[in-house]
């Protein structure tokens, strides 16, 4: 047998940190955008206490629909980190098993534990005539979409996967972009309409084509968000123009143009997302107890995701919601909506396989 030398074992031991911090973006960028899930649904709880006609409100809303972005930030992130895999290697029974313990089996356990939660604690007994919208709609507690648009994502990824293989510029990613997402749209406005438009997959198209295109760039990261920025930063400014002040009136109950919305909110989180992942790499290059504190938040991102509106709902539940005004009541349900989610999540990464069984990942 051969004896390895001490300098082999030292680049074994060092390749794995070096593959860390390649991606250690990938952590960063899913804690902040946690950070975001957590203000938006916890602010959403406050709105409804503060009067419409008031500066408080308008401050809480504008903030509440500016911070509206996450989903389509992690479905990009989520395309990138995927698709960088499968331009590695694609072995489709290895990719269809782990897409069904990391994905299929938690989002159906969290489907029933949050059935269940809205009866026990609500007295809401779940209406099985809906089973299909339960079930592939992500409709058992209004924060479980996510993960239905997620798995839709998995099976589409593969498809995808031939034309990544490509490698297309950008501008014709950019083409296919407005191509499909405008064929999209009219389909569902003229043809067969969607019950839920936010949890097909295909209303993210331009997120998730963006996402893929990054994917097939992630060896000159660095150049392409330091030539993309700008344009993002355009996209993002652009679409808020559009987007924020007809989100406002809807909050407010009125009626808005659906294709100005649409429009803007696809500019907008395409831009944001951009932007987001832009200021995740120049983060993760930096040390600081900040950073490390983000890129840790971002490990169990699904954790809290999962596990803050049964906090959230819960500390409503308990008259807390009332007991503060908005000043004082929202960081502090921000702030247990973010801790005890991450506490429990930790707790229960220490055993490895009953992790892996609740939440898809130890």
């Given at each position: 047998?051969?004896?390895?030398?001490?300098?082999?074992?030292?680049?074994?031991?060092?390749?794995?940190?070096?593959?860390?911090?390649?991606?250690?973006?990938?952590?960063?960028?899913?804690?902040?955008?946690?950070?975001?899930?957590?203000?938006?649904?916890?602010?959403?709880?406050?709105?409804?206490?503060?009067?419409?006609?008031?500066?408080?409100?308008?401050?809480?809303?504008?903030?509440?629909?500016?911070?509206?972005?996450?989903?389509?930030?992690?479905?990009?992130?989520?395309?990138?980190?995927?698709?960088?895999?499968?331009?590695?290697?694609?072995?489709?029974?290895?990719?269809?098993?782990?897409?069904?313990?990391?994905?299929?089996?938690?989002?159906?356990?969290?489907?029933?534990?949050?059935?269940?939660?809205?009866?026990?604690?609500?007295?809401?007994?779940?209406?099985?005539?809906?089973?299909?919208?339960?079930?592939?709609?992500?409709?058992?507690?209004?924060?479980?979409?996510?993960?239905?648009?997620?798995?839709?994502?998995?099976?589409?990824?593969?498809?995808?996967?031939?034309?990544?293989?490509?490698?297309?510029?950008?501008?014709?990613?950019?083409?296919?972009?407005?191509?499909?997402?405008?064929?999209?749209?009219?389909?569902?406005?003229?043809?067969?309409?969607?019950?839920?438009?936010?949890?097909?997959?295909?209303?993210?198209?331009?997120?998730?084509?963006?996402?893929?295109?990054?994917?097939?760039?992630?060896?000159?990261?660095?150049i392409v968000l330091r030539r993309g920025w700008l344009l993002a930063l355009g996209a993002t400014i652009g679409g808020l123009w559009l987007y924020l002040p007809l989100a406002l009136d809807a909050l407010r109950g009125q009626a808005v143009n659906t294709f100005q919305y649409q429009v803007g909110n696809w500019l907008f989180?395409?831009?944001?997302?951009?932007?987001?992942?832009?200021?995740?790499?120049?983060?993760?290059?930096?040390?600081?107890?900040?950073?490390?504190?983000?890129?840790?938040?971002?490990?169990?991102?699904?954790?809290?995701?999962?596990?803050?509106?049964?906090?959230?709902?819960?500390?409503?539940?308990?008259?807390?919601?009332?007991?503060?005004?908005?000043?004082?009541?929202?960081?502090?349900?921000?702030?247990?909506?973010?801790?005890?989610?991450?506490?429990?999540?930790?707790?229960?990464?220490?055993?490895?396989?009953?992790?892996?069984?609740?939440?898809?990942?130890?």
């Open positions: 047998m051969i004896r390895e030398t001490h300098q082999q074992r030292a680049l074994v031991a060092h390749a794995p940190r070096e593959s860390d911090e390649r991606f250690r973006w990938v952590e960063v960028f899913r804690g902040l955008a946690i950070l975001e899930v957590v203000f938006h649904h916890t602010s959403g709880r406050f709105l409804g206490m503060l009067d419409r006609e008031g500066l408080a409100w308008l401050i809480l809303a504008v903030l509440n629909r500016t911070l509206h972005y996450a989903v389509p930030a992690f479905l990009m992130m989520t395309a990138l980190v995927l698709m960088a895999a499968l331009l590695r290697q694609f072995r489709l029974k290895r990719y269809a098993t782990n897409r069904a313990l990391r994905a299929l089996l938690p989002y159906l356990l969290w489907s029933g534990v949050y059935l269940a939660y809205r009866y026990f604690a609500f007295g809401a007994p779940p209406d099985w005539s809906r089973w299909a919208d339960y079930l592939f709609w992500g409709k058992a507690y209004f924060h479980l979409y996510f993960l239905a648009v997620a798995m839709q994502l998995y099976l589409l990824l593969p498809l995808v996967l031939p034309l990544a293989r490509r490698r297309p510029p950008f501008w014709a990613t950019l083409i296919a972009i407005v191509a499909l997402t405008m064929g999209v749209y009219w389909f569902n406005r003229l043809g067969y309409r969607l019950p839920y438009t936010g949890s097909f997959v295909l209303w993210y198209t331009p997120v998730i084509l963006l996402g893929v295109w990054l994917a097939t760039q992630v060896d000159r990261m660095e989180t395409a831009g944001v997302s951009f932007l987001l992942l832009a200021v995740a790499y120049w983060l993760s290059r930096r040390e600081g107890r900040l950073v490390a504190v983000v890129g840790t938040l971002g490990r169990y991102s699904l954790q809290i995701y999962l596990l803050h509106p049964l906090v959230l709902a819960e500390l409503a539940r308990w008259g807390l919601a009332s007991a503060f005004q908005a000043r004082f009541g929202l960081p502090l349900f921000f702030l247990l909506g973010l801790l005890v989610p991450f506490a429990l999540g930790w707790l229960i990464a220490r055993a490895p396989r009953v992790s892996t069984a609740i939440f898809g990942r130890a």
